[in-house]
């Protein structure tokens, strides 16, 4: 189970400056599919926040003069269940996540607080580029399940299966590149006995625990070099020192 905000935010962060024009802004929530986004500075620290409602009919006007001052925001590391008390305490949508030096990493939702109370893994509107800082672009985590495997791509990728279990933060126990990530998650469902012994107790051990992530890789030199992005991640994850 997730703990913190950190691990629930949508971090592909939408942000809008106090000088862009209203028309550029509006355009930008249109075609992401959201209602609202935070304004930050030049240092990227949160001003204000700008919704649907404040830009339409004001053509013509600068974000900064519509926006609602000051933002809503919450540290990344704090804690779940605070942050949804506080927001239901404010009547708030959202809040606008910060790091400690206060600058915006993402935005939570009270429907992201929602899925995490119960259970349930992170979804983020599909519009959104769910790219990591090398640049593959990663599905959201869903359940290891067969009617959810369409998520996939049926092609070549990469793979981590995630362990998201009730009092714990969420960690990778495992990761694989494939020619066709779909048919071998298929394969992993269908016969979980077949797999080496390591991979064949991660899916005998838990499994309405177990969450995959997936991603797209055509070139086979980047999907070589994300994979060891992610084995190196697994492998953190399971040293207990960290």
Do not use: C, K
């Amino acid at each position: 189970m997730a703990r913190h905000v950190s691990e629930i935010m949508n971090a592909e962060l939408f942000f809008i400056r106090p000088s862009d024009s209203v028309d550029m802004a509006l355009l930008g929530i249109l075609s992401l599919n959201v209602t609202a986004a935070p304004v930050v500075d030049s240092d990227r620290r949160p001003v204000g926040v700008v919704s649907l409602r404040d830009l339409i009919g004001a053509s013509g006007e600068s974000v900064g003069e519509r926006m609602t001052s000051p933002a809503d925001s919450v540290r990344d590391d704090a804690a779940i269940d605070e942050v949804a008390r506080e927001l239901a305490q404010r009547d708030r949508h959202r809040f606008v996540v910060v790091d400690a030096d206060g600058r915006a990493v993402g935005v939570v939702s009270s429907l992201d607080l929602l899925r995490a109370v119960l259970e349930l893994p992170p979804r983020h509107p599909a519009a959104f580029p769910h790219q990591d800082a090398a640049g593959v672009q990663w599905t959201d985590p869903f359940e290891l399940e067969l009617e959810r495997t369409s998520a996939a791509p049926a092609g070549p990728g990469l793979l981590v299966l995630l362990y998201d279990a009730p009092g714990r933060s969420t960690r990778p126990v495992w990761a694989e590149a494939s020619r066709d990530v779909r048919r071998r998650l298929h394969e992993l469902l269908a016969a979980p006995h077949e797999q080496d012994a390591w991979l064949r107790g991660i899916l005998e051990h838990d499994t309405a625990h177990l969450r995959v992530r997936t991603a797209a890789v055509l070139d086979p030199v980047s999907r070589d070099t994300a994979l060891d992005r992610a084995l190196a991640e697994v492998a953190a994850a399971r040293d207990p020192a960290r």
